[in-house]
C-alpha cells in the first residue's frame, strides 16, 4: 500500500478548513427524536467520505439488515447501547467501539435501550447519503413509500440469516 498521487501541488498551503461547532443544531430531525447532522459530506470532501453524527432518541429505531454495493460504512459509538447486525447475529456495542462493513456487508443498526445513543457514521466513498436521509425522514411523516428509491440509494434489504 503506497500513498496516493498527489492532489494539491501547491507550495505554500491553503486556507481552506471547515468548522462545525459544539451545538450546531442537526440537519435532520426525525419524528421518533433522532437526528442527523452532517460534519462531512462527499460533496464538502470531492467524494473521499462522508461523515454523519447518528443521534437517536430513546424509542426503538434504525435500519433492518442491508448491504450497499458501492459503499463501505463504518460506526463509532460515541454514547449508549448501539445493536449492530454483523451478518450473523446482532452484537451489542458500546462507546469506543468500532464496527467496519465493507462493500456488500450484510449490516443493520438499531437501539433498543430505551435511552438516547449517539454514533458516527462513515461512508466511503462519499455518495449524496443526505437526500437518503432526507427521504427517510420524509417518509416517516407521510407514510409514502417507494422501492426505487432504495436502488438509487445502493440500499437493498435482506432478511436476517
Not at 74 to 92: A, D, H, K, P
Not at 125 to 149: C, L, M, V
Amino acid at each position: 500500500m503506497t500513498y496516493p498521487e498527489p492532489r494539491y501541488l501547491g507550495d505554500t498551503g491553503e486556507i481552506n478548513a471547515t468548522y462545525l461547532p459544539h451545538g450546531a443544531p442537526p440537519d435532520i430531525t426525525y419524528q421518533n427524536g433522532g437526528s442527523c447532522t452532517y460534519l462531512a459530506t462527499g460533496a464538502s470532501t470531492d467524494g473521499k467520505f462522508g461523515l454523519y453524527r447518528w443521534d437517536m432518541g430513546a424509542k426503538p429505531s434504525g435500519p433492518a439488515p442491508h448491504f450497499h454495493r458501492s459503499l463501505t460504512e463504518s460506526f463509532f459509538i460515541l454514547t449508549g447501547t448501539v445493536r449492530i447486525y454483523n451478518g450473523e447475529q446482532w452484537i451489542t456495542t458500546v462507546p469506543g467501539d468500532f464496527v467496519h462493513v465493507p462493500e456488500g456487508g450484510v449490516h443493520g443498526f438499531r437501539n433498543e435501550s430505551g435511552e438516547p445513543a449517539s454514533l458516527l457514521l462513515i461512508f466511503s466513498p462519499g455518495a449524496p447519503r443526505e437526500g437518503y436521509f432526507e427521504g427517510i425522514a420524509e417518509w416517516a411523516a407521510s407514510g409514502r413509500t417507494d422501492q426505487e428509491f432504495f436502488v438509487r440509494h445502493d440500499t437493498f434489504w435482506v432478511d436476517e440469516r
